[in-house]
């Protein structure tokens, strides 16, 4: 097992572009039944840019928190609510792993509570905002309380990967945000699991 890196983060971002495009259909069709926004018909052109930008670098010459700091300019050159609401996020997971090359679970968890923090702050810009910033607060809550109690990073985010699948008892299904943050997080999970 290795240490997260650049690397790691890189085959991150490259599993969530798989991720929602295996997805695509069933968010643009949940899109289309909820009537508002175009979540998921941008979802999946967000993560093929953000992929095709990171593709061309040089992983030892960037450090984790630059790469969530790319991610968050390509997503500011595409148009749309969700590009902005996740450049935003991704902008503050930057800025928790500002500078750090190899990072533990600990780094990460503070990455994932500024994501899950920047939804929240942010939920009114996005048609289902208030879903996403749900499912991201209850994800970051479990995570947290995982690495509280000495988890690894995988632990950290199967725990993380449960709450944000939990469905509360007399909640409708998911909808197109809830399902693209579930996925995002699923994707985290499947991606680092095997580093720590």
């Not at 979802?43 to 790319?70: H, K, N």
Request: proline letters at 5%.
């Amino acid at each position: 097992m290795r240490n997260t890196d650049s690397v790691s983060i890189f085959e991150m971002f490259s599993e969530i572009a798989v991720a929602i495009n295996e997805n695509s259909h069933r968010l643009v069709l949940l899109t289309d039944k909820e009537g508002r926004g175009d979540h998921g018909a941008v979802t999946p052109d967000m993560f093929d840019a953000i992929e095709a930008e990171l593709a061309g670098l040089e992983p030892s010459e960037w450090t984790p928190g630059r790469y969530f700091d790319l991610a968050a300019e390509t997503l500011l050159t595409i148009p749309g609510v969700a590009p902005r609401l996740y450049a935003s996020a991704f902008r503050r997971a930057g800025s928790a792993l500002m500078r750090k090359r190899s990072i533990l679970a600990e780094d990460f968890g503070s990455a994932f509570a500024a994501m899950a923090t920047s939804f929240r702050d942010h939920a009114e810009r996005e048609p289902g905002g208030a879903e996403i910033a749900v499912v991201w607060q209850r994800a970051a809550k479990a995570y947290a309380m995982e690495s509280a109690a000495g988890g690894k990073l995988s632990a950290c985010l199967q725990a993380a990967t449960e709450a944000a699948e939990e469905q509360p008892a007399g909640f409708p299904k998911p909808g197109a945000g809830e399902l693209s943050s579930i996925l995002v997080i699923r994707a985290m999970r499947d991606a680092l699991s095997q580093e720590n």
